[in-house]
């Protein structure tokens, strides 16, 4: 994979992750004051949300990378068939 390919996946992976990982650990705020929205949380977490996501996407990356780099399926040779 070369570095744009690499960059473009690490991105794409990066915000799958994130997307997935928002809801965890979210509670509502129950004690709401007039005019804030009950269903606000309480703490978002997103910096331990960002560095987590970052972790988890660099370790997915390297994985996909692995599995190019193996050729264990190929695109080029998928689309010689078609």
Not at 43 to 50: A, D, N
Request: with cysteine; proline share 2%.
């Amino acid at each position: 994979m070369d570095i744009a390919a690499g960059i473009v996946v690490y991105i794409l992976l990066w915000w799958w992750v994130f997307f997935m990982a928002l809801p965890i650990g979210i509670q509502r705020n129950e004690s709401a004051i007039a005019g804030h929205d009950t269903g606000a949380p309480k703490k978002t977490h997103l910096w331990m949300k960002f560095i987590a996501t970052s972790c988890i996407s660099l370790v997915l990356w390297f994985a996909v990378d692995l599995l190019i780099s193996a050729e264990l399926f190929s695109f080029r040779e998928m689309s010689k068939t078609m």
